[in-house]
Nanobody
């Protein structure tokens, strides 16, 4: 069992930055693939970014060059640095953990993730 707790959401103006954190407890964090998803009002949840246990990173096209995912295995924490935020980035952001051995090929699929955080709201104003 893995528990995930996100923090760092809030209100920011367009062009600004935020850093989200996701603290994990339970199962060995270093063996998990970690991802961030988001869900805007009236829309389906979508993949944002992921990082494998080996540190390989993956990004949705919409956030490439603006968002950076990283992990600190000593702190059991994954981070999402969001720069140059846009109004369309407004959503609830969810952290997720995957124990799949096929993570490198299934990182963008929410069904690949076994555990989810409660979400944190990010609102970008114009």
């Amino acid at each position: 069992q893995v528990q995930l707790v996100e923090s760092g959401g809030g209100l920011v103006q367009a062009g600004g930055s935020l850093r989200l954190s996701c603290a994990a407890s339970g199962r060995s964090f270093s063996n998990l693939g970690m991802g961030w998803f988001r869900q805007a009002p009236g829309k389906e949840r979508e993949f944002v970014t992921g990082i494998s246990s080996s540190g390989r990173t993956y990004y949705a096209d919409s956030v490439k060059g603006r968002f950076t995912i990283s992990r600190d295995n000593a702190k059991n924490t994954v981070y999402l640095q969001m720069n140059s935020l846009k109004v369309e980035d407004t959503a609830v952001y969810y952290c997720a953990a995957s124990g799949s051995q096929y993570y490198s090929s299934k990182y963008s699929t929410d069904a690949s993730y076994d555990y989810w955080g409660q979400g944190t709201q990010v609102t970008v104003s114009s």
